[in-house]
């Protein structure tokens, strides 16, 4: 099982990232994806989840409105498109696959927000 994030990098303040990742070695379409984000000193954050099918999507407060989830199951590859990015967005950000009493994670890609 593999679960392969990029698209982290440095932005300033307002600008926009998109984060994906893509999975492998197991059945993609069956489970529920996450993303989670752990800043410096900080405990990890559940930041967005996506159903398997793509239908229900679900948001922190803190990113309600400017981020988006989504996934393409034809290609095992789910985003993270983040818009009006803000300094406090600032942390390594983490995929996320669980179903099935399975939890399978990324190794994680920063992103910094800073001027």
């Known amino acids: 099982v593999q679960l392969v994030e990029s698209g982290g990098g440095l932005v300033q303040p307002g600008g926009s990232l998109r984060l994906s990742c893509a999975a492998s070695g197991f059945t993609f379409s069956s489970y529920y994806m996450r993303w989670y984000r752990q800043a410096p000193g900080k405990e990890r954050e559940l930041v967005a989840t996506?159903?398997?099918?793509?239908?229900?999507?679900n948001y922190a407060d803190s990113v309600k409105g400017r981020f988006t989830i989504s996934r393409d199951n034809a290609k095992n590859t789910v985003y993270l498109q983040m818009n009006t990015l803000k300094p406090e967005d600032t942390a390594v950000y983490y995929c996320n696959a669980y179903g099935y009493g399975r939890d399978y994670w990324g190794q994680g890609t920063q992103v910094t927000v800073s001027s």
């Open positions: 996506i159903s398997n099918g793509g239908v229900s999507t």
